[in-house]
């Protein structure tokens, strides 16, 4: 359910304010000392969502936890209902922890003993990070697989986690190291547990330092090249690439399922996207941009009509996000266009999205979705009474 962008219709209101409530019942909870029952009411809620109540000296830490990207904004809205004298320290998410920590608590929950487990790391597709966690003695169990998991997620914190990590594996090592010669110019093969938060932060630093130092800006109309009356944000552009795809849906579809053919700036985003895999706007912008798409019905067969149609509307999108933002992609699906756009400013950039395809009178059946994974179930409708398929 989405919770933080679009108009609500009559049932979706009557749903957030039941989550407001439930939330303020939750918080009620935790101020009278009861966080047993503040903790069954937050699963209860929503079974993504956990909470940790922890004491740090004299300090009562409240971590609001969601399990999957997607329950972010839902935790957000719960957070949003705490009082002021809640009686404890509030967070979204669990911060990063110490590494001894992680390893009591991993021992404590599996009875897997990581300390003298060893690491490998290495970046797939979409700017995704994929650590290999060898246990000495280990089998590969599921009881292992989660054990390094939640060790991974203990050390780096919830957020960096969600935002970087693409899988954690689990191998089998030996329990002792295998004699080497020793050669201190001899490139490692494999780190140590001890250095998990450090190999990230260097690894998600290297990527962050490889993306552009500016937003992805569209220039005003006065500045355009040439005589060009209209922003087109193609050019003086020689890093776009052209996609062919092979379609999941027949017919129109959500999350760009029908998607047949795509002209990007930014593949590596998209193919993450269309993958299903985990995506974050944080991964590929290093100045807080957003990733956006706008999606519409369109059923014309005659290729050179929906190219004109699409062109024209994404010109004046160009144009309406001049300064704030820009045109980063175009698509074609078997029924539905699409227009992708980085965005600064994102409210205000929704805003002047919307505003320019009403103007433009776009079809009853399109929408503004997102990219990022922990928006994955936010969507905004162009027209009052339209909904997305599924939603």
């Known amino acids: 359910m989405r919770v933080r962008f679009g108009e609500p219709s009559v049932e979706e209101a009557i749903e957030r304010e039941g989550l407001r409530e439930g939330a303020r019942d939750i918080w009620r909870s935790l101020r009278a000392g009861d966080v047993t029952l503040a903790c069954t009411l937050v699963r209860e809620l929503d079974a993504r969502l956990e909470l940790f109540v922890e004491e740090e000296g004299s300090v009562r830490i409240a971590e609001l936890s969601a399990l999957t990207s997607s329950a972010w904004p839902l935790a957000e809205l719960l957070l949003a209902q705490a009082p002021d004298d809640v009686g404890c320290v509030l967070s979204l998410g669990r911060a990063a922890v110490p590494l001894e920590r992680a390893l009591s608590e991993v021992m404590a929950t599996h009875g897997v003993d990581l300390t003298r487990a060893t690491l490998r790391a290495g970046f797939g597709r979409g700017h995704l990070l994929e650590v290999t966690v060898g246990v000495p003695g280990g089998t590969g169990s599921e009881n292992e697989q989660n054990a390094a998991e939640n060790l991974v997620r203990a050390v780096l914190g919830d957020r960096v986690f969600e935002t970087w990590l693409g899988a954690v594996h689990v191998v089998p090592a030996p329990r002792f190291p295998s004699l080497r010669v020793l050669d201190v110019r001899a490139p490692r093969t494999t780190l140590q547990v001890q250095e998990l938060f450090d190999t990230v932060a260097a690894a998600t630093l290297g990527v962050l330092r490889g993306l552009p130092e500016a937003p992805l800006i569209a220039r005003p109309e006065s500045e355009s090249a040439g005589a060009l009356a209209e922003v087109d944000p193609h050019v003086e552009r020689d890093d776009w690439t052209l996609l062919e795809i092979e ?97 600064y400013h994102l409210e205000t950039g929704l805003g002047r999205v919307v505003e320019t395809l009403r103007a433009a009178d776009v079809p009853e059946a399109t929408f503004i979705q997102f990219f990022d994974t922990e928006l994955a179930e936010e969507w905004l409708a162009i027209w009052p009474d339209s909904r997305l398929t599924g939603a």
């Open 247 to 343: 379609p999941l849906a027949e017919e129109r579809a959500e999350r760009k399922g029908d998607l047949v053919l795509a002209s990007t700036c930014t593949p590596e985003l998209l193919r993450c996207y269309l993958d299903d895999a985990p995506c974050s706007s944080r991964r590929f912008s290093r100045v807080g941009e957003h990733f956006v798409f706008v999606s519409y019905e369109d059923k014309e067969r005659e290729m050179g009509k929906r190219v004109a149609r699409r062109t024209a509307i994404e010109h004046a999108l160009a144009n309406a996000v001049a300064g704030i933002g820009a045109v980063t992609g175009v698509g074609f699906g078997v029924q539905t266009t699409y227009v992708d756009l980085s965005l």
